[in-house]
């Protein structure tokens, strides 16, 4: 099998799921528990914890764990909303978000909130500018993602961060760098936003875990989940140990040559956008500049679907968008206002540091045989 999905969702280690395993068999005490078993694992939760916040440049203690991504940006939208509720009612986010944010600014409208929801340029680009000029007085929060998860386009938030600072101090910055996260630079402190969310499963850790990083401008965060004072008292239930322990080893060994790693992938990116380029009817979509790990592609005129499912039958895994969006038109390609040909032929390649050449011919050859065979639809 040939994978190229790594934005989806990556492989774990060995070494990652016998760190869980151990925690799961061995060390399985509740952090909880006042018996040495339980003492074992709150002080282990610590380490995992600081092994996670040290790789996101922030302190343990502005490190919280989630369930998920989705949860963290859901958690992260809701409490700088609450914060601020006597500022204004009024959310800037973009139109290419991920749905865990767009579907909690959403949820924000039900409640009598305005959001508005900016565009970016047809090569999915968006300037600091542009977010600043969208900011308002009664801005409670802006939402902008640090990676865009279907074309690669790195977002400008440090830059957003200190025109905010200048703009409307109050106005609190949440972004989601769950495709950022030990791929592109992502310092906490560097990119100077309020709120932060990542996710294990994107780097070699298991699903079902993420972390939010709350920031000192945040006063009294808005607890997620009230219950028995877990993860400071603002995220109750029995922490996932194994979940955690999971997170943390997958960010050490992601972190070791981690340079090497991202440079491998960049070469990865650069060479199939090459490769492919030359298919017929084949359009490179992802700007210069980008995430390493991403190559937003279309086959101008094949449905996406169709390819998708031609190449997996292949043995080839890629996906049509974001694999969160499957079967329905993504909202990110639909937000670039692209020709009907060209969006409905959009497929992603995503990689991981284990992706090499033979992978992308492989998926050449695959993609080639689809176009030579299959009649054009749209
Ligand atoms: N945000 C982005 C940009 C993502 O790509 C994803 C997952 O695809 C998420 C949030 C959701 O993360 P999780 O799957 O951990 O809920």
């Given amino acids: 099998m040939i994978y190229l999905d790594h934005a989806a969702t990556t492989p774990v280690p060995r070494a990652v799921a016998d760190a869980m395993y151990e925690v799961l068999t061995e060390q399985f005490g509740n952090p909880s528990s006042q018996y040495p078993m339980g003492l074992e694992m709150k002080r282990r939760v610590e380490v995992w914890r600081k092994t996670v916040a040290d790789a996101l440049g922030c302190g343990a203690k502005q490190l919280f764990f989630t369930s998920c991504g989705t949860e963290a940006d859901n958690w992260a939208v809701t409490a700088a909303c609450w914060q601020n509720r006597h500022l204004g009612r009024h959310i800037v986010t973009t139109a290419v978000e991920?749905?865990?944010?767009?579907?909690?600014?959403?949820?924000?409208?039900?409640?009598?909130?305005?959001?508005?929801?900016?565009?970016p340029a047809q090569d999915g680009s968006l300037s600091a500018e542009q977010v600043l000029a969208a900011v308002r007085q009664d801005t409670a929060l802006v939402s902008c993602m640090l990676v865009?998860?279907?074309?690669?386009?790195?977002?400008?938030?440090?830059?957003?961060?200190?025109?905010?600072?200048?703009?409307?101090?109050?106005?609190?910055?949440?972004?989601?760098?769950?495709?950022?996260?030990?791929?592109?630079?992502?310092?906490?402190?560097?990119?100077?936003?309020?709120?932060?969310?990542?996710?294990?499963?994107?780097?070699?850790?298991?699903?079902?875990?993420?972390?939010?990083?709350?920031?000192?401008?945040?006063?009294?965060?808005?607890?997620?989940?009230?219950?028995?004072?877990?993860?400071?008292?603002?995220?109750?239930?029995?922490?996932?140990?194994?979940?955690?322990?999971?997170?943390?080893?997958?960010?050490?060994?992601?972190?070791?040559?981690?340079?090497?790693?991202?440079?491998?992938?960049?070469k990865i990116r650069d060479y199939a956008a090459e490769r492919l380029s030359a298919i017929p009817d084949l359009k490179i979509l992802s700007a210069p500049g980008g995430a390493p790990h991403i190559l937003s592609i279309s086959l101008v005129g094949w449905p996406s679907q169709n390819i998708v499912n031609d190449l997996g039958s292949?043995?080839?895994?890629?996906?049509?968008?974001?694999?969160?969006?499957?079967?329905?038109?993504?909202?990110?390609?639909?937000?670039?206002k692209l020709s009907k040909k060209v969006s409905g032929g959009v497929i992603r390649l995503s990689f991981g540091p284990e992706t090499d050449k033979g992978d992308i011919d492989a998926c050449a050859d695959a993609l080639r045989r689809h176009h030579d065979t299959r009649m054009p639809m749209l």
């Avoid at 600072?165 to 100077?192: E, Y």
């Avoid at 808005?222 to 955690?244: D, F, S, V």
């Avoid at 895994?317 to 390609?333: L, R």
């Fill in 98 to 119: 991920h749905s865990a944010v767009l579907e909690a600014c959403r949820w924000m409208e039900r409640q009598g909130y305005e959001v508005t929801y900016l565009v």
């Fill in 148 to 266: 865009n998860n279907e074309l690669g386009n790195i977002y400008p938030i440090a830059e957003i961060a200190r025109g905010l600072a200048v703009k409307n101090p109050q106005t609190l910055l949440h972004t989601d760098a769950v495709q950022g996260f030990l791929k592109v630079p992502c310092s906490a402190k560097t990119l100077g936003a309020d709120f932060l969310t990542i996710s294990a499963h994107k780097i070699g850790g298991p699903k079902g875990i993420g972390a939010l990083y709350i920031g000192p401008r945040v006063r009294n965060p808005k607890p997620l989940l009230a219950g028995g004072g877990q993860e400071g008292g603002l995220r109750a239930g029995t922490e996932a140990t194994a979940q955690i322990a999971g997170f943390a080893r997958a960010v050490e060994l992601r972190r070791e040559n981690l340079e090497e790693k991202l440079l491998c992938m960049a």
């Fill in 314 to 336: 292949q043995g080839v895994c890629i996906s049509a968008g974001s694999a969160c969006h499957q079967g329905k038109p993504s909202h990110v390609i639909a937000a670039l």
